[in-house]
């Protein structure tokens, strides 16, 4: 049986490591093995969510860097039409386009929480892998507060996760998903679709329950 | 978007005491700071500039939590007084469109061609920059920098000379082409080779008691949309409006006269017109002049004796009446352009009564055709008849704005790239069958000893349409290509063609900030600020009889890794190029000096901001006595955001035209001249250089505007119907079309239906042919077949079809394209024109009915 210390740890990093898998691929990612580290963290959150990563990880260790680099590309960089457009007020705000009010919140959200965008960091606040690493950053000061003994904090950050959740990321994560899901043409991205879906959908499931929402 | 720390993809280490707990994994985010109870961010109005379409508004953006939200014009703008049109509200759609281009990008598929996937992958600027440079260098080394071409849409006014000019000079390249000759260069042929303003001209609508719009819809395009829609409202209740048009455009729904003309035949009811105004002495007695005794002796069919008239401001009124008035009869006119003749006889009383303040505003529709220099000097010679030129409510050449020229760069050309730039152009400009002389010409120079140092020559203009032409001619001719802010492979008519000629080029660096056609034949891809809203620079125009200089500056942060392709990318390119050997570029843009501290730029950002000081200096630097607005200094004018210069003064340049005989000339010795300069040196007469350019006039009549018939493609037998392009209130220098709100507001463009591209045809044409109102519809042309829908429009004569352009894009974003690289969105014109060209002008032909088309049901 995980202790809660593991499970803490696990969500942080999963959330981390899913969100590196949404950066254009580098030979890094397969030097740390981030998928297999991935499939194994979420065999202990999210089973279903952990065979996706199982799958993501073997159709890595068959194609190269470069390909997959082409297939990030075509889906979310572009130049033409994005696949899935990994930005949340696309599919969230009445005008599909990149920062719309949504992405305004979802700014203020960060803000509120003592933290911004980095300078030299030039995407956007509701970019799909900064949702995922603000989760883990929540998710770390969860493990802090937890750590601390500080349980009123706990619980604040756990709201503070289901209301990041329900309020920017769940509303567009299945039409996301789905996009490179139905796009078919890229198996390491479907894989990673499945994968991040269903994490997201336990976790958030998870969490709902731990706080009786 | 890099993940510039290792740690962030590795596990967190095992925790369990708090000293363990260690530090957030952070790569998108930086610890801030916990806001403060009333910090959250107030909006405010940033100024810039709009380039939507050429009026380059001054506008202002409201600005709420970094984003931008709303769109006005600039309040101080005496331009648009403080309006934007319906285009301007786009910008924000634009600026945040997802499809933008984010990062560098590289091609990893070699292979080029239509529906071939380029394969491109991120790259940093470093390597991006390296891979150009690194081109740019062994090319230079072969000593043939001429096989760089550089080809430019819109720009800045003001920054284009560091790229346009400076890179592509000191580089060694004469091969450098603007979009100005797929735009509407014809247009400029009318007031150029009569009253010598090769221009486009302004209106004083305050005043004006009739204005005829003719080949154009100033509420919709054509230079001043927001100040046109701001005052047509007050010119009914002055006098008239009049719409020349073969189709019902926004103007003409609100016109008192619409005149829907034969595509074509503007020449002759522009003759017609001129033919009523002389026989019934309508004109202006104070522009043109009178009979010496006072008897009108223009009567049908009359030769005059030219010594009978006395003219003060013009040249050659009599000759045009006897070489092509004379005849020109409403009667004869109404049988070519269809208008019945006592509509133009009323249409021209009309005119005549506004005297002076009647303004004919004349439109690319009347020039951009084969034979259009003349319908463009026909149509423009009302104004000088009329007597409307420089007058209350008359017609106006631009005014300027007091920018500053950046230092010569003369020192900084090398002997490779002296001999470069006297390579050979890839348009073909000035052949024997491409006058391309727009512009006149050029006079001799002599030196102080009076001898001739430099004879006159024909001044030879851009011929954009005939750079593929070049491409195909000479493959070999090009090695490289930069080019901004273009999509000739879906803007220029014939547009088959660059997809054939831009597969040959071996080296292309697309600057721009959406992917389109033209990006797939792209090697690197370089993402471009949106100019309104994110680049520094100056721009300048006029309207409302005033010029006005404006700033155009990031309005809130820009987004992803974008940079201006005239200031930010020359720069960092020319560091590049200095560290491989040629610091000449680096060197000169080194020298620049800021205006105020004498600072020279260290890198890019200073380098575009000490730009935009030396263009605009003489505004607020203090120096200078300024005649128009007051402006105390540089942070002032980025703030106020514009300068507007003094009013234009009415008969500014009465007696001092820039033609030959400083007169507004109905007969152009200014043509003459020029024409016999370019015979000279092709070593053929005038006759053969007109009839090998394809136009009908011989001898005298080559002199004066007169009405050529239109040349079709196509015989009327197999292609019956004469297609009409048009231009969307929407477009945005082609940039548009992946906005929702272009498709979502289509409604706006006359006859136009929202989330659809339709094919306006006559409902009796319709009803020949089986189609209903919405039916999937073929056009065939000469050189393409293209798809749309059908619209069944009274608003377009029987056997003609209008369909505006802007959509039909097969390589663009979500929105523009159906399906990227397989499926267009309705149909592109440029597929379905063939490439033609007004050759006196070298503008390309894309009106006056000179394709014709078949339509089928799809």
């Known amino acids: ?213 | 978007m890099e993940i510039k720390r290792r740690d962030f993809l590795k596990l967190t280490a095992a925790a369990g005491a708090v000293a363990t707990v260690g530090l957030p994994k952070l790569n998108a985010f930086a610890a801030g700071h916990m806001p403060k109870a009333g910090e959250a961010p107030k909006g405010e109005w940033v100024a810039s500039t709009c380039q939507g379409c050429t009026a380059w508004c001054p506008v202002e953006f409201y600005v709420q939590e970094g984003r931008i939200v709303k769109v006005r014009g600039n309040q101080l703008s005496k331009a648009n007084s403080g309006f934007v049109c319906p285009r301007g509200h786009l910008m924000i759609q634009q600026t945040y469109d997802p499809d933008r281009i984010k990062v560098p990008m590289k091609r990893t598929n070699p292979a080029k061609g239509k529906g071939i996937d380029p394969k491109f992958v991120p790259i940093s600027w470093d390597e991006a920059l390296e891979l150009v440079a690194d081109k740019m260098i062994a090319l230079r080394k072969t000593g043939h920098p001429e096989k760089l071409t550089y080809i430019r849409g819109r720009y800045s006014p003001t920054s284009q000379a560091l790229l346009y000019g400076a890179l592509t000079k000191i580089y060694g390249t004469g091969n450098a082409f603007s979009h100005s000759a797929i735009c509407a260069e014809a247009e400029k042929m009318g007031p150029g080779y009569t009253q010598g303003f090769f221009g486009y001209r302004d209106y004083d609508f305050a005043k004006m008691k009739c204005l005829v719009a003719w080949g154009c819809d100033p509420l919709s395009s054509n230079r001043q949309v927001p100040n046109t829609i701001n005052k047509l409202g007050d010119i009914f209740d002055r006098g008239s409006v009049i719409t020349v048009d073969p189709r019902l455009s926004s103007i003409a729904a609100k016109s008192n006269e619409w005149l829907p003309i034969k595509p074509g035949t503007d020449g002759a009811l522009a003759g017609a017109i001129a033919h009523v105004l002389l026989t019934e002495g309508l004109w202006s007695k104070e522009f043109v002049g009178d009979f010496k005794d006072g008897k009108n002796l223009f009567k049908t069919g009359a030769t005059v004796d030219e010594a009978a008239f006395a003219e003060k401001q013009t040249h050659g009124i009599v000759k045009y009446w006897n070489i092509e008035l004379k005849d020109k009869t409403p009667a004869w006119a109404a049988k070519i352009t269809l208008i019945p003749a006592d509509q133009i006889v009323k249409v021209a009383r009309t005119m005549g009564k506004a005297g002076s303040a009647c303004a004919v505003y004349m439109g690319p529709g009347v020039a951009m055709t084969p034979r259009g220099t003349y319908a463009s000097m026909s149509v423009y010679a009302l104004n000088g008849i009329l007597g409307s030129i420089e007058t209350e409510g008359g017609v106006f050449q631009s005014s300027g704005a007091p920018t500053t020229s950046f230092p010569k760069f003369d020192a900084f050309i090398d002997d490779v790239a002296k001999k470069g730039a006297k390579g050979k152009k890839l348009d073909g400009r000035g052949a024997k069958n491409m006058p391309a002389i727009m512009g006149g010409y050029n006079h001799e120079e002599k030196d102080k000893d009076g001898k001739v140092t430099k004879a006159a020559s024909a001044k030879a203009n851009v011929v954009t349409n005939g750079v593929a032409d070049g491409l195909l001619k000479d493959p070999g001719a090009c090695e490289i290509m930069l080019s901004s802010w273009t999509n000739f492979n879906f803007s220029c008519t014939g547009a088959d063609r660059w997809d054939k000629a831009m597969a040959k080029v071996p080296f292309f660096v697309h600057m721009v900030t959406n992917a389109s056609e033209m990006t797939q034949f792209a090697d690197v891809v370089l993402p471009s600020t949106f100019a309104p809203t994110e680049k520094l620079s100056v721009v300048t125009n006029m309207a409302n009889l005033h010029g006005h200089m404006s700033i155009q500056q990031p309005v809130a942060k820009a987004l992803w890794q974008v940079k201006a392709e005239e200031t930010d990318v020359v720069w960092l390119l020319a560091e590049k190029l200095k560290a491989k050997g040629f610091p000449n570029l680096y060197d000169y843009y080194a020298s620049f000096e800021d205006p105020e501290t004498k600072k020279k730029p260290a890198n890019a950002a200073e380098f575009a901001e000490i730009a935009a000081k030396i263009s605009s200096q003489k505004a607020w630097n203090g120096k200078e006595k300024m005649k128009g607005d007051q402006i105390s200094g540089w942070a002032d004018f980025k703030k106020k955001g514009i300068y507007n210069t003094e009013t234009y003064k009415y008969k500014k340049n009465w007696g001092k035209f820039k033609t030959d005989t400083k007169k507004f000339e109905f007969y152009s010795e200014t043509l003459k001249k020029t024409l016999e300069l370019f015979a000279a040196k092709n070593k053929m007469s005038i006759d053969e250089v007109l009839k090998g350019s394809g136009y009908e006039a011989q001898g005298e009549l080559v002199f004066v505007p007169h009405y050529e018939s239109p040349k079709r493609h196509g015989s009327e037998k197999e292609y019956p119907f004469t297609f009409i392009d048009h231009k969307s209130r929407l477009n945005r220098e082609g940039r548009s079309a992946n906005t929702v709100w272009y498709h979502e507001f289509k409604k706006v463009d006359v006859g136009d239906v929202s989330w659809d591209d339709v094919a306006k045809i006559n409902p009796v044409d319709a009803q020949k042919l089986g189609i209903k109102d919405g039916d999937a519809i073929r056009l065939t042309s000469t050189i393409a077949t293209i798809t749309c829908t059908a619209r069944l429009w009274e608003g377009v004569r029987p056997g003609t079809v209008a369909k505006c352009y802007g959509q039909g894009h097969w390589a663009y974003g979500r929105v523009a394209a159906k399906e990227y690289g397989k499926k267009a969105r309705g149909g592109n014109n440029n597929e379905l024109m063939p490439s033609d060209f007004d050759r006196l002008s070298g503008a390309t032909a894309r009106n006056g009915g000179f394709t014709g088309v078949k339509i089928e049901k799809a």
Not at chain 1, 63 to 84: C, D, W
Not at chain 1, 87 to 110: I, L, P, Q, R
Not at chain 1, 129 to 155: I, M, N, W
Not at chain 1, 200 to 210: M, P, R
């Open chain 1, 1 to 213: 049986m995980a202790t809660q210390e593991t499970v803490l740890t696990a969500r942080e990093d999963a959330y981390r490591l899913l969100a590196a898998c949404y950066y254009s691929p580098t030979s890094a990612l397969l030097e740390e093995d981030c998928c297999n580290i991935l499939a194994t963290l979420l065999k202990l959150l999210a089973p279903e969510a952990a065979e996706q990563a199982s799958a993501a990880t073997k159709v890595l260790s068959k194609s190269t860097i470069e390909e997959q680099l082409v297939e990030h590309t075509r889906l979310f960089l572009g130049p033409f039409k994005l696949v899935a457009a990994p930005y949340g007020s696309v599919w969230m705000d009445e005008h599909k386009h990149v920062m719309g009010d949504s992405t305004a919140k979802v700014a203020a959200f960060y803000h509120a929480c003592g933290l911004q965008l980095a300078d030299d960091f030039h995407e956007l606040p509701d970019h799909f892998a900064v949702e995922l690493e603000f989760l883990s950053y929540l998710a770390f000061k969860q493990r802090e507060a937890q750590t601390a003994g500080d349980t009123t904090e706990v619980e604040r950050l756990k709201g503070l996760q289901l209301e990041f959740l329900h309020t920017f990321l769940l509303p567009w994560l299945t039409p996301f998903t789905d996009a490179v899901i139905n796009d078919g043409e890229a198996p390491f991205y479907v894989a990673l679709a499945k994968c991040t879906a269903a994490f997201i959908t336990a976790d958030a499931a998870a969490l709902n329950e731990a706080t009786g929402a």
